[in-house]
C-alpha cells in the first residue's frame, strides 16, 4: 500500500468502528423453551414437530422427583427446543452462553451444531453470527444428557447427577471487536493479584481481545480499579493494533496504593474492576465489570489461617446445589436463602461441594466475605485414561478462568476421597501444575479419607480430611475425635490440615433421650445424637489450632438415590438444616451459639415433645455469660458454667401432662428469651 493512503485508511477503520460500536447486550433466554426427556431423530431440524414437547422455563432439570423419593434417577438424553428472534445488525457479534448444562451439551442452530461441551458444572460459549438466518427467526436446540461416561467426572459419589440445562442460559450481543466469550466460558478478564499489602496491591490484568473483522484495528485497553465512594482508586491503559480475525492476549499492570482490604465477614470491601475496550477516540466499544475485593493470605502449619496478616479462623460448612422439590434448579432467590442463613450460623468459610458452583453464588460470598473452596468433580474414582484426564483438565481450566476473579475462593480443588480408582498420582500432578500455571496466586488442596496412598495426599498444597468418628464405622466412638485429628497432623506436605468433612445424620422427628450411637443405615437418627457428635467434635477443634479450617457435612440435607435410611427415602440427612430450609436443626444452634456475634438463647430438644420418662435433663445453647431455666414458671436456677455455649441442668422431674420450659438470658443489653412445651405422657 502507498504510505500516502495510510492515514487515510486509518482514519475510514476508526470511523467505522465509532459508528458501529455498541455497549454489550445480555438477555437471558428463560422462557418460551419446549422439553422432551427422550432421544428423538432429527431433533435438532428446522422442520421438526415439537408440538407435543413440554412448554418449561429455565433453570430446568430432571431426575430430582425420583432421587428423593429413593429411586434411581433417569440418566440419559432429553432434548429443549425455543425459537430465537434475532434482528442481524451489521457491525455486531452473537454468542450463546450456558451457565451449565449436565453432564454433555450439543447445542444446535438452525439444524447446524454449534459445538458440543463435556462437563456438567462449567459454564460454555459458543459464537452464532455466521449461523444465524437472515429472515430474525431462528430455532436453537440443545441435546442434554447426563448418561453416566468414562471420561467425564463424577464417576461415583454420594450424590445424585441430574440432567438438564439448570442454570441461566444467555444471549450475548457485542461489536465486531470484543472482550472474548469464548476462553472457557470466562469473561475474557484475569486480574490476577501478584502482590498484596496493606500498602500496596499490584494487579496483572489478562485481557482476552477478540477481533471479528478483516481489518488491522488500532485499539486502547483501560483497566480500572474503582472505589465504593465511585472515585477511581487506579488506572492503567495500553494502546495497541488488532490483527484480523484474531483472539489475543493483552497484558496491564494496575497498581492500588494503600489498598482498603477484602477482610472476610469482618469487612468485605469490594471495589469495582472495570475493563474497556475504546477506539483511540475512546469510544467505548466493550466493556466488562466486575467486583475486586484485595487481600492476601497464608497457612501457617502450626498456628493456623492468617487472612491480611492476622489470625483469622476458618469454620464452616460444606454445601451441595441441591433443593427440595427442584434438585439442581435452583434460582437466585433460593441461593440468597442458603447465604442468609450461612450468615446467620456465622460462618467464615464454605466448602462448594463436590464441584463448581454457580457464578452468582460465588458473587454471594464475595459479599458477605465467606471464603470459598472451589471444587471439581473427581470424586471417589477416576480413571487413568487420556479421554478422563483431558476432560478432567478441561473442568478444572473452567474453573479457574471463570472464577479467577472471586475475592472468596481462596483454594482450587482437585479431587474428593480417591483411593480405590486407578493410579491418582500422574493425573492428580498434573492437575496441580495446570492450576499453578493459571493461578499461582492460589494453593492447590484435596479432600481425602485414606492414609493408604500417602504420597497422593502430598501431591497438593494443602490437604483436607473428611472424618466421622461417632457416625461412620472405622472412626470410632465420637470422643475418639481428637485422637483422629493428632493422627493426621503429618501427612499434608506441610504438616498443617483441615477438616473437610465431619457430622452424623439427623431426622428431625426422631429423639431419644441420651442417646446411644446409631447405625448410620438404620432406620433411627435421633436429632439429639447429632448434636452431640458436633458438640465433641467443636470441642478438639478449638484445642487444635494446627487444624486451620473446618467444614460440617453438611449445611443443607440433600437427595442421594441410593440412601434409605433414618426412616427418610433418598436423603443424606447430616445437614444442620433440612432440605427445604425450613427447619433449623439443634445442631445449627450450638454452631450459632459458637460462632455468631449475634445474641443466641436456644433451648434444644423442643422436638421432643412427646415425653414418656418424667426425668430429664435441659440443655441450652447460648453465648450469654449466664441462663436461667425455668420449669413451669419455677426457677431452676442461673448457671455460668457453659462450655462452648452448652448450659445443663440435670435430673429435672416433669408433671404429667404439659410442662412449660422456658430460657431466659441477657447478652450485649438484649434480654433473651425461648420455650418449649413438652408433654409428659402416662405409663
Known sequence: MHKCFAPALALAIALFIALNATAREDTRLDSGWKFLLDDPTNAAATDFDDTTWQPVSLPHNWGWQDAQAGKPNYRGPGWYRRELEVSLQSGQRYFLRFEAASLVADVYLNGKLLGEHRGGFGAFAFEITHALSDTGTNLLAVRVDNT???????????????????????????????????????????????????????????VQISNGTKNKLPLKLVASVVAADGKTAANSEQAFTLAPRDQAPYYLCVTVPQPHLWNGRKDPYLYRAVIELRTMDDVVVDRVEQPLGLRYYYVDPDKGFFLNGQAYHLHGVD??????????????????????????????????????HSDYFYSLCDQAGILVWAEIPQVNIIHDTPEFENTSRNQLLDLIRQNLNHPAIFVWSLSNEIGTSDDPHRELQDLVNVAHGEDPTRPTIEATMTQA????????????????????????????????????????????FCVSEYGAGANTTQHEQNPKQPKPKGSWHPEEWQAEVHETAWAALKQRPFVWGTFVWCMFDFAVSSRHEGSQPGLNDKGLVTRDRKIKKDAFYFYKANWSDEPVLYLTDRRFTERTNAVTDVKIYSNAAKVELLLNGVSQGERSDGTNGVFFWHNLTLQPGENKVEARAERAGQSLHDESTWTLKAN
Not at 177 to 197: F, R
Not at 480 to 489: E, I, M, N, T, V
Request: charged share 20%.
Open 319 to 356: 454445601r451441595h446445589q441441591d433443593y427440595m422439590n427442584k434438585g439442581w434448579a435452583i434460582t437466585e432467590s433460593n441461593m440468597n436463602e442458603d447465604i442468609s442463613l450461612l450468615k446467620e450460623i456465622g460462618a467464615t468459610v464454605i466448602r462448594c461441594a463436590h464441584y463448581q
Open 148 to 206: 453416566k461416561v468414562p471420561d467425564i467426572a463424577p464417576l461415583a459419589g454420594d450424590f445424585s447427577v441430574y440432567g438438564g440445562l439448570y442454570r441461566p442460559v444467555h444471549l450475548i450481543v457485542t461489536g465486531a471487536e470484543n472482550i472474548s466469550l469464548t476462553d472457557h466460558g470466562s469473561p475474557g478478564v484475569a486480574w490476577l493479584q501478584t502482590s498484596v499489602t496493606q500498602t500496596q496491591a499490584v494487579l496483572d490484568v489478562t
Open 453 to 496: 496412598r500417602p504420597q497422593m495426599n502430598k501431591i497438593p498444597d494443602l490437604l483436607g480430611w473428611n472424618i466421622y468418628p461417632g457416625w461412620y464405622g472405622g472412626w470410632g466412638a465420637k470422643d475418639d475425635f481428637g485422637a483422629s485429628l493428632d493422627q493426621r497432623r503429618h501427612d499434608s506436605r506441610f504438616g498443617g
